[in-house]
């Protein structure tokens, strides 16, 4: 069984960051992808950024310039520098995996207010 746990959401002020972790545990050898995905009230599941085991990054676009993702292959974690925040950038943030399967964290609240 794989579990992701995410940590670092919060509320912040526009303009602000914030950096989001996410740990795999479980068994299994590697991890293919590892990357963010978010969801806001009323919208669709959207990618935020993703990273292959091989160092490959993909970033959607509404982030791209802002957003940096980074993994550790040898500790199983994923990290995600969010700077230069907007209200829009507020949802719930997914840690994922592919594994054997595709796996998700249990979402972690990211609020970006003044």
């Known amino acids: 069984q794989v579990q992701l746990v995410e940590s670092g959401g919060g509320l912040v002020q526009p303009g602000g960051s914030l950096r989001l972790s996410c740990a795999a545990s479980g068994i299994f050898s590697s991890i293919a992808v590892m990357g963010w995905y978010r969801q806001a009230p009323g919208k669709q599941r959207e990618l935020v950024a993703r990273?292959?085991?091989?160092?490959?990054?993909n970033y959607g676009d509404t982030v791209k310039g802002r957003f940096t993702i980074s993994r550790d292959n040898a500790k199983n974690t994923v990290n995600l520098q969010m700077n230069s925040l907007k209200p829009e950038d507020t949802a719930v943030y997914y840690c994922?995996?592919?594994?054997?399967?595709?796996?998700w964290g249990q979402g972690t609240q990211v609020t970006v207010s003044s």
């Open positions: 994922y995996a592919r594994i054997y399967d595709d796996y």
């Open positions: 990273m292959t085991y091989g160092g490959s990054k």
